[in-house]
T-cell receptor, first 111, second 115 residues
Framework: GESVGLHLPTLSVQEGDNSIINCAYSNSASDYFIWYKQESGKGPQFIIDIRSNMDKRQGQRVTVLLNKTVKHLSLQIAATQPGDSAVYFCAENKGGNKLVFGAGTILRVKS | EAEVAQSPRYKITEKSQAVAFWCDPISGHATLYWYRQILGQGPELLVQFQDESVVDDSQLPKDRFSAERLKGVDSTLKIQPAELGDSAMYLC?????????????FGNGTRLTVT
């Protein structure tokens, strides 16, 4: 069935380095994607979103890239900090604001 | 910044018992969602409300789960009877409207353990 999934379950990076978290989706008709950050014991927190009519969108220290040809989404975090340690989920909006989440990637930042 | 409030924070119950979770969305948010998150997985939508009406409960196990939002503000999710497989984090979220340009804001969830 339709699904949103992640390539890497765990990513370890050195503080100050850039992080790249990847996500694959299977529904080529999807037109809206969101990245969420979830810290231990908390609910998911909105980071950044992108519509399918865009290839790239930038926020504060974060960039989301969308490659519709290969149905691939990535989240780039610049100058990764210890506070970025969390689980990151990509989610697909299936209409009516119903989100389908991927399994998540754990980001560990080493000081 | 306004937050989605959920209680209790943790709940331990024995199987076959009833359990209820409460959610108070951000003021003015017409759309409310209940998600279930099993450890190590992403959240899965259980039910979506628009004001007091259910707009999607296709993934809600209706033989044991029920949800209501009587006055279109706060909401309650109930499980009766609880089963071991119901152990999970139950997350409530709200958005201003059911549109892609209205981001979901999540509460910090209720961690349910069924023994």
């Amino acid at each position: 069935g339709e699904s949103v999934g992640l390539h890497l379950p765990t990513l370890s990076v050195q503080e100050g380095d850039n992080s790249i978290i990847n996500c694959a989706y299977s529904n080529s008709a999807s037109d809206y994607f969101i990245w969420y950050k979830q810290e231990s014991g908390k609910g998911p927190q909105f980071i950044i979103d992108i519509r399918s009519n865009m290839d790239k969108r930038q926020g504060q220290r974060v960039t989301v890239l969308l490659n519709k040809t290969v149905k691939h989404l990535s989240l780039q975090i610049a100058a990764t900090q210890p506070g970025d340690s969390a689980v990151y989920f990509c989610a697909e909006n299936k209409g009516g604001n119903k989100l389908v989440f991927g399994a998540g990637t754990i980001l560990r930042v080493k000081s | 910044e306004a937050e989605v409030a959920q209680s209790p924070r943790y709940k331990i119950t024995e199987k076959s018992q009833a359990v209820a979770f409460w959610c108070d969305p951000i003021s003015g948010h017409a759309t409310l969602y209940w998600y279930r998150q099993i450890l190590g997985q992403g959240p899965e939508l259980l039910v979506q409300f628009q004001d007091e009406s259910v707009v999607d409960d296709s993934q809600l196990p209706k033989d044991r789960f029920s949800a209501e939002r009587l006055k279109g503000v706060d909401s309650t999710l109930k499980i009766q009877p609880a089963e071991l497989g119901d152990s999970a984090m139950y997350l409530c979220a709200s958005s201003l409207r059911p549109r892609f340009d209205s981001p979901l804001h999540f509460g910090n969830g209720t961690r349910l353990t069924v023994t």
